[in-house]
């Protein structure tokens, strides 16, 4: 069995949008890469801090997907509303 070396397994796993592990080992993870880099980068930074500063951090994360949420299941009440 021939095994491409790493560094074409890595482009190809970035090609295919999947996670190398689930390349080379069939294991399905629902985790979505971030392909917004400085995200990333962000996170990455945020690793680094105490877990109390994280914790906040996270809440704050928390309490924007919530507000997005809201926001959009008010949207259609808010468009009938204004069509009536």
């Given at each position: 069995m021939h095994i491409p070396p790493i560094e074409r397994l890595i482009q190809?796993?970035?090609a295919l949008?999947?996670?190398?592990?689930?390349?080379v080992m069939g294991n399905e993870d629902n985790i979505q890469p971030l392909h917004n880099r400085r995200l990333m980068e962000r996170l990455k930074e945020?690793?680094?801090?105490?877990?109390?500063?994280?914790?906040?951090?996270?809440k704050m994360i928390d309490a924007m997907i919530v507000k997005?949420?809201?926001?959009?299941?008010?949207?259609p009440i808010?468009?009938?509303?204004?069509?009536g």
């Open positions: 190809l796993s970035t949008g999947v996670t190398l592990d689930y390349l945020l690793e680094q801090f105490g877990q109390e500063d994280q914790e906040t951090i996270i997005r949420r809201v926001e959009g299941a008010v949207q808010d468009r009938q509303a204004n069509s």
